[in-house]
């Protein structure tokens, strides 16, 4: 399916140490980049890792880049892949930036309902795909947190995800990229779209299955949120 409008885009994909789930990620990446009938360049960000990360490169195609950083800031390793792209070329009204993270799956369908969103930003939502050794009581109340952010009956939600997050090149350099932020990187590129008047597509549909670990990258990124909802105490609602 050709994306109208747009003629290349490029997937940033910063890691630190998650050599395990990167080749997934990265398939799924492959998958959703195929439908979408455009070229599409992947560019994975090794953030101070030691776990052999890097040998993952040949097992993956020309398309896909691997730049090693040692920033320890999840906020310079998304600019880095991006500026990465503008070096190359990558960059101009036609071409469409998109992010997402190393313990994420994106949905076969992600880059192609960003790309036809007619958007200049594109926020959509995660769902976690495994809640094993998470107690029942914990999953009711993180669903029941996340749920209260979804706009009953529309698609549109108020959560911003590193994790699931597209926007057009042009406006992305516009307002300045991703600043070198340890933890919400993302609701501060967000805020200048907003500040600076793009036009903004908050989408339930779009969808990216992500990990319920409790430790991340950013010291108060979704991980950290995850692990404070899961430790708060049972309210007595009797």
Not at 66 to 82: K, L, M, P, Q, S
Not at 90 to 101: Q, R, S
Not at 133 to 158: C, E, F, M, T, W
Request: proline residues 4%; aromatic residues 8%; hydrophobic residues 45%.
């Amino acid at each position: 399916m050709a994306a109208s409008g747009f003629t290349r885009a490029v997937i940033v994909v910063p890691a630190h140490n998650e050599s395990p789930a990167l080749p997934a990620c990265l398939t799924a990446i492959s998958i959703a980049a195929a439908r979408a009938g455009i070229p599409v360049s992947v560019v994975v960000v090794l953030d101070s890792c030691d776990d052999g990360s890097s040998t993952l490169a040949d097992r993956f195609g020309p398309d896909v880049h691997f730049v090693e950083i040692d920033a320890h800031n999840v906020g310079t390793a998304r600019a880095t892949g991006f500026s990465f792209a503008r070096d190359h070329g990558l960059t101009g009204p036609d071409v469409w930036y998109a992010t997402t993270d190393a313990d994420s799956k994106v949905d076969s369908n992600w880059l192609v309902r960003q790309l036809t969103a007619q958007a200049d930003l594109v926020l959509g939502v995660v769902r976690i795909a495994n809640w094993r050794q998470i107690p029942i009581n914990a999953v009711r109340r993180y669903l029941r947190a996340y749920h209260a952010k979804i706009h009953p009956g529309s698609v549109a939600h108020d959560h911003i995800h590193g994790a699931n997050m597209g926007f057009t090149a042009d406006a992305y350099w516009h307002v300045g990229g991703f600043d070198a932020l340890l933890s919400a990187e993302d609701v501060d590129l967000v805020k200048r779209f907003e500040v600076a008047g793009y036009r903004i597509r908050r989408d339930t549909r779009l969808s990216v299955a992500t990990s319920a670990r409790q430790i991340g990258r950013a010291p108060a990124g979704f991980a950290a949120h995850l692990r404070g909802m899961l430790a708060e105490p049972e309210r007595d609602t009797a």
